[in-house]
């Protein structure tokens, strides 16, 4: 797989939610989207770094931005998670790793495949604006306002 750089065109997707709801990149197109791939539902590291963005959504909707998360478990447990969380943004479905593979985050472990914990700001233009190759669950979600911010992205910006 080819690895994706800032300024790129990211790559389309189409997949179900945790709600049997087909999301699409073109749904977020005009709009500021950061779209973060985890390994698993309902894991430490994946709990905590959803729980901070389930916490920072009023900012990042005060902002127009879009938080939608990505990984390879399938809706059911999608559903789960988001329910026990209450996790108020879109999870992804990608069973395939489709999509995975196409942001090259693709992880193969012995029998199964999972995503990388990495996540991709996507500017209204739909290129690619930022890249986390390196996550830390835990501040991740601020370190991800901050640069918008920094990208000129604020709630000044977001009422136009």
Same mark, same amino acid.
């Given at each position: 797989?080819?690895?994706? #750089? +800032? %300024?790129? #065109?990211?790559?389309?997707? /189409? ?14 197109? %005009? ?8 390994? !698993?539902?309902?894991?430490? @590291? ?5 729980? #901070? ?11 127009? &931005?879009? +938080? ?8 059911g ?26 942001? @090259?985050?693709?992880?193969?472990? &012995? ?6 914990? #990495? ?7 739909? !290129? $690619?604006?930022?890249i986390?190759?390196?996550v830390?669950?835990?501040?991740? /979600?601020?370190?991800? $306002? ?15």
């Open positions: 797989a080819t690895t994706l #750089q +800032v %300024g790129d #065109q990211a790559p389309a997707f /189409s997949l179900l939610d945790q709600n049997g709801e087909r999301r699409r990149l073109a749904d977020y197109q %005009g709009g500021w989207l950061v779209l973060y791939f985890y390994p !698993k539902d309902d894991t430490p @590291g994946c709990t905590t770094e959803a729980c #901070q963005f389930r916490d920072d959504v009023p900012q990042f909707k005060a902002m127009g &931005v879009s +938080v939608v998360g990505v990984s390879l478990d399938d809706v447990s999608h559903k789960a998670f988001a329910e026990k969380y209450h996790l108020p943004f879109p999870l992804l479905a990608d069973t395939d790793a489709q999509v995975a593979e196409a942001y @090259g985050v693709v992880m193969k472990l &012995v029998f199964w495949k999972l995503a990388k914990r #990495q996540t991709f700001v996507i500017g209204p233009d739909g !290129k $690619i604006a930022k986390y190759r390196e830390t669950p835990k501040s991740h /979600s601020d370190r991800v $306002i901050a640069d918008l911010q920094a990208l000129g992205v604020s709630a000044d910006t977001a009422e136009g």
